[in-house]
């Protein structure tokens, strides 16, 4: 049976599907040993080397484990790792597991899956292709001890393994690891604080998670992705709400939990509850971006997509996005603006906001008004609001917009067609990104060109060349200098255009003690008081 849209609940009533098998379940055990939620999306991949969407990777942050992880100060520290070293010139690095490290399905994890899932993540993200290229062995010394072998010194290896947005390095058994990273893996075997309950995943609606008792923390505080992940609940169960105001009248009757994305508009409603806490989550934020298909009119021709950035005022979309309830900035640059940096529209090159200039742009480009496949994701607190600002920006300057509404998941898939838009492919969709994830040139899927283009596909050949020329300059202003001339280039060429900066909030009961700023929510470390 698969359920979808407005499910679970109804505004302020339990509805008749939490008597479903996992309701009945919730019933039996104590509610405190229960955290009932809803998650960002609807879960449909479930492998997150293959897709970057933030669901997947939440899902994945649940069942799997990682090498090394990152902690509060985003320092990479060791988790799956027990013990590491490098040779005196840096070309070889050692790796053994801790001691006690089960798969779910009992298996011991061994040094062949943590080779066999690295190669494969390398297959697949950006920071992964890079360490991969420098790589000239990795291989394993015996059931717990593996060795990668670099062609030259780097000083990114740990950050590459500790890697916390996506695609993180995330270790699988080995034959699951064998996959193809074009092919999307649908077995769900971890070695991470919580087993993944197929049998009560119900698409569209519903996904559970169950603590791993063979699960063995690390001794250290939690912090962040890193430290020891202390389960403190017997169950976890995601239930997709899309309606927000059913999802927020579940939190204020004590139906639900935790919502991990709320519409700002419902903020003031949750705030004067004294149950409840809003707050943000990400101790950075994020950065939204709308994402352009390079590779059909009218978008493939420069001057039609300097039109649309020429059209584009941030605070219409921040407004739209988390209006006056949550901080949010203006912000120019690919790779995010820090506190400490003015926003550097003039300095990168940004076009100042001219609606006249940018229909003469759109005419120039030799628009013949077909229309433009505009993706909204409907279920999307964050997005879908997003997404009406940029259907609007594009009508001012004279775009034909076709705005099709469809859930995040459809979203997610349609994304990868290449195909023709009329053929069931697409022109623009917006997006965001954790600024822990966009941070430099080899994190950022959106300063990927050509070959290691992320959906869009732009392609300068400049583009790689000075993102592997940051990647090998050890001199601190050099680096600078070349994430500059990166910032230019990409404002110049418009290769996806940012939207704003701003704090996702989440909503809580105040029952939850113990959860953990982050990139993800992560769900270790909470217990219900």
Not at 293 to 316: C, E, G, I
Not at 363 to 391: C, F
Not at 408 to 429: E, M
Request: charged share 25%; glycine share 6%.
């Amino acid at each position: 049976m698969t359920m979808h849209r407005r499910t679970m609940l109804q505004a302020g009533l339990a509805a008749p599907a939490l008597l479903s098998a996992a309701g009945r379940a919730t019933m039996a055990q104590d509610r405190r040993r229960v955290i009932r939620s809803v998650p960002i999306g609807d879960l449909r991949a479930l492998d997150p080397i293959w897709t970057t969407a933030y669901i997947t990777r939440n899902h994945a942050y649940m069942v799997w484990d990682t090498l090394f992880a990152l902690d509060a100060q985003n320092r990479p520290q060791p988790q799956m790792v027990g013990e590491y070293g490098t040779s005196g010139d840096g070309l070889t690095w050692t790796f053994r597991l801790r001691e006690g490290l089960r798969w779910h399905d009992n298996a011991p994890v061994r040094a062949a899956d943590c080779v066999a899932s690295v190669q494969r993540w390398g297959q697949k993200d950006g920071m992964g292709r890079a360490l991969m290229a420098v790589t000239d062995s990795i291989e394993v010394r015996d059931e717990r001890t593996f060795e990668l072998k670099l062609k030259r010194t780097v000083g990114f290896v740990l950050d590459a393994l500790g890697k916390i947005d996506s695609n993180v390095p995330f270790m699988m058994p080995e034959r699951l690891a064998r996959t193809d990273a074009n092919t999307a893996i649908t077995e769900v075997i971890g070695s991470g604080p919580f087993r993944f309950k197929r049998e009560e995943w119900i698409p569209g609606a519903r996904v559970v998670y169950e603590k791993f008792e063979g699960y063995v923390p690390r001794t250290e505080p939690a912090s962040q992705a890193a430290g020891g992940k202390v389960v403190k609940v017997d169950r976890v169960e995601s239930l997709y709400t899309p309606d927000a105001a059913t999802a927020a009248n579940g939190l204020l009757t004590g139906e639900l939990d935790l919502l991990e994305t709320l519409s700002h508009d419902l903020v003031p409603m949750l705030e004067r509850s004294r149950d409840v806490t809003v707050a943000p989550n990400d101790p950075l934020g994020y950065q939204l971006f709308m994402v352009i298909n390079h590779l059909h009119p009218p978008f493939n021709d420069q001057r039609a997509r300097k039109a649309v950035q020429t059209a584009v005022n941030q605070s219409d979309f921040m407004a739209a996005v988390v209006g006056r309830h949550t901080p949010s900035r203006e912000c120019a640059a690919i790779f995010g603006c820090t506190a400490e940096e003015d926003n550097r529209f003039a300095a990168l090159g940004w076009p100042t906001r001219d609606l006249g200039k940018a229909r003469a742009l759109l005419r120039e480009s030799g628009y013949d008004g077909r229309p433009v496949v505009v993706m909204d994701p409907a279920d999307n607190a964050i997005l879908h609001p997003a997404a009406l600002v940029a259907a609007d920006t594009l009508k001012q300057i004279g775009v034909n917009v076709d705005l099709i509404a469809m859930d995040w998941s459809t979203l997610v898939q349609r994304r990868a067609s290449k195909a023709p838009p009329d053929q069931g492919g697409w022109n623009i969709f917006v997006t965001n990104a954790t600024l822990t994830g966009i941070a430099n040139p080899l994190l950022n899927i959106f300063t990927r060109h050509c070959d290691d283009a992320w959906f869009g596909w732009p392609c300068h050949p400049r583009v790689p060349e000075l993102t592997s020329a940051w990647a090998f300059e050890t001199d601190a202003a050099k680096r600078r200098q070349i994430r500059t001339e990166l910032e230019r280039f990409h404002v110049a060429h418009v290769s996806s255009i940012p939207l704003g900066q701003y704090r996702s909030v989440i909503a809580y009961r105040n029952a939850l003690k113990g959860l953990i700023p982050g990139p993800a929510l992560f769900y270790w470390n909470i217990e219900k008081t």
